[in-house]
């Protein structure tokens, strides 16, 4: 049995000056309505904080393990690892 997801939250309106309602009016894609450039925009800035946070964390971590085995490694070393990782996977996608 599938159940069918529907909206029953609310986000509430906003006033903006008539010149970035003009602007949002014309940048709607055909069959757009705001609400669903709206939806979408928050949608996309939430992953986005989500996603900043689970960074942070992850670099806070690393940070607390540097410090704890005095651990670290430089710029020029992070570089060419990352080079080596993109190249290897260049060369992956080619063959």
């Given at each position: ?18 010149a ?10 055909q ?7 709206v ?20 670099a806070?971590?690393s ?18 690892t990352?080079?080596d ?11």
């Amino acid at each position: 049995m599938t159940t069918k997801l529907t909206k029953t939250a609310r986000i509430p309106a906003i006033r903006v000056n008539p010149a970035f309602r003009q602007a949002l009016d014309e940048s709607l894609k055909q069959g757009e309505s705001i609400s669903d450039f709206v939806e979408e925009a928050i949608r996309i800035r939430v992953e986005r904080r989500i996603e900043d946070e689970a960074f942070l964390q992850r670099a806070l971590v690393s940070r607390d393990k540097a410090l704890k085995t005095n651990s670290y490694h430089s710029a020029e070393e992070v570089h060419c690892t990352l080079k080596d990782m993109l190249q290897k996977a260049k060369n992956q996608s080619k063959g």
